[in-house]
Every structure is written in structure tokens, then in C-alpha cells.
């Protein structure tokens, strides 16, 4: 789609070319951004051309690009103790072609905010932290799990980046199983839960059914009430691709499969 509000196009080549003008956004793989109207926007400054790596190693984990492709980030998988299934199906839940594999990057899906969101499925599940930088040349570092404050809305101030999100090596390594369902075999992520073993406890992150991610802990493996009372006070997402009851129905079956499969 033409965005016909659009006069200008920077390409940025340092962290000083990241500073908006008024009526100025981020670009990063446009995916989303080129498909629908942006009448606020004037300018677009395009962050992939700043030359991030995808993806480096570092001494607490993995730190991945924002603008780090869904395509490039299967490459993940190489990386010592790293769960290939988990990231597969994280990707394969974004029901696209590998042309938008190769475009869509895994900070505008986060940032983009969408309940779907599978990067922010993938990324709460594996407790990774966002690097964002701040227009006044700091940074700061938040939980993906609390960047994502709403649908379509994160904590992200006017002008702020995320640089990087830091996956430690204990997540990346550790045993995790992929639970999703959809009203049709190929329609948009109506809940998404997985599971992943933290030391002798379980990590259990709800997405896509609820307006924000959520993450529940448990210091040992939850009994069924357990489980069950866990998931009572969170809200429950409403949208064409799934009631809120049948959606909550769904999270539950799920969340109780996965952390048997994990127990088991």
C-alpha cells in the first residue's frame, strides 16, 4: 500500500540519525506498516540500515536485533542449547510466507503490540529483556512481559528504541513446549501458551488471548487447582477471532496440557 502521507524516507546510519522530526516513525520491516493507512505519519526513518547484527553472543545470553528478520532468527538455532522446535513454531504461527519471513522483523512485531503477536509469545516465554534507547542518548531495560502494556500499546515514550532483546542462556536452553489454537487451521493465534522448565520450577507465558502477555511461575510443578487459580484473575481478549469465554476455555485446556506434557 501507498502511504500517501509519506514525503520523506531517512535512512539512518548512526544512533545521532534516530532523533524524530515532528510527523516522523520508525521504520523497521514495514510488514504491517506499508498495509493499512498511517495518516499521522510524514516521514519514516528506516532502522535497518543501520547494519545490526541479527543476533550476538554475549557473556549473560543472546542478545537479538530489533531488526533482526524472522528469517535470521531461525539461525538462533545454532547456537549452543538453543530449543529449535520452540522458535520454529513461534514463526510457523505467524501463518506467512517465507517472503515475509525475510522481511518482518522481530522488534516491529513486539512493538506493534498485536495479542497475536508470536515474537512477543516467544520472547515472554523465554523472559527476554528489551534494550531501549532513549532520545536523550541513555538507555534503559525493561521485561518484554511489561513492555507490551496493551493492545497496540507498549511503554515505549515518544522517540525510544529498542535496540536489542537479551535472551539468557539458562531460557534458551531450557525444556519448553508450544501450545496454540485458532478458530480455523489457518487463521491468527486465538491463545498461545508455553510452557519451559526454570530449574526444578515452571515458566507458563499466555498470549494471544489476552490484551497483554501474561507469565505465571511456579516454584515446582502446578496441580491442576493450582494452575487453575493462577489463571483466574487474568482478562480475557475479545475479537472476531475468538470470545473471551471460549478463548479462557481454551488457555486453560492448553496451559494444563503443556505443563503435564512438560511434568511428564
Known amino acids: 500500500m ?4 509519506v514525503t520523506s524516507l531517512r535512512p539512518a546510519g548512526s544512533r545521532d540519525d534516530l532523533r524524530l522530526a515532528p510527523g516522523e516513525g520508525f521504520l523497521a520491516g514495514g510488514t504491517w506498516l506499508f498495509s ?5 505519519l510524514t516521514g519514516l526513518v528506516d532502522l535497518t540500515t543501520l547494519g545490526w547484527e541479527p543476533w550476538t ?24 542449547g538453543a530449543r529449535p522446535a520452540l522458535f520454529r513454531s513461534c514463526a510457523e504461527a505467524f501463518l506467512m510466507s517465507a517472503k515475509i519471513w525475510r522481511t518482518a522483523t522481530v522488534g516491529g512485531n513486539v512493538c506493534l503490540a498485536l495479542p ?23 538507555e534503559r531495560r525493561e521485561g518484554v512481559v511489561d513492555l507490551v502494556a496493551g493492545v497496540q500499546s507498549t511503554t515505549l515514550a515518544p522517540g525510544e528504541v529498542v535496540r536489542s ?17 485458532s478458530l480455523t487451521s ?11 522448565r526454570d530449574g526444578d520450577g515452571l515458566v507458563l ?28 484473575p487474568i ?15 481454551v488457555t486453560r485446556h492448553l496451559a494444563a496440557e503443556a505443563c503435564q506434557e512438560l511434568g511428564a
Open 2 to 5: 501507498d502511504l500517501d502521507t
Open 116 to 138: 497475536a503477536g508470536a515474537m512477543i509469545s516467544l520472547l515472554t516465554a523465554l523472559d527476554a529483556e528489551a534494550l531501549v534507547w532513549t532520545p536523550d542518548g541513555g
Open 57 to 80: 553472543s554475549t557473556v549473560d545470553g543472546v542478545a537479538i536485533a530489533s531488526t533482526c528478520t524472522i528469517a535470521q532468527l531461525l539461525g538462533l538455532t545454532d547456537v549452543q
Open 186 to 196: 489457518l487463521g491468527r493465534s486465538a491463545a498461545v501458551v508455553i510452557a519451559r
Open 205 to 232: 507465558s499466555i498470549t494471544a488471548s489476552t490484551p497483554r502477555p501474561h507469565v505465571l511461575r511456579f516454584p515446582h510443578l502446578p496441580a491442576a487447582a493450582e494452575l487453575s487459580e493462577a489463571l483466574d
Open 235 to 249: 482478562s480475557w481478549y475479545d475479537d472476531p477471532h475468538g470470545a473471551p469465554d471460549w478463548r479462557e476455555a
Open 36 to 40: 493499512e493507512h498511517q495518516d499521522h
Open 165 to 181: 532483546f537479551l535472551v539468557r542462556h539458562e531460557a534458551l536452553a531450557a525444556a519448553a513446549v508450544f501450545r496454540r489454537a
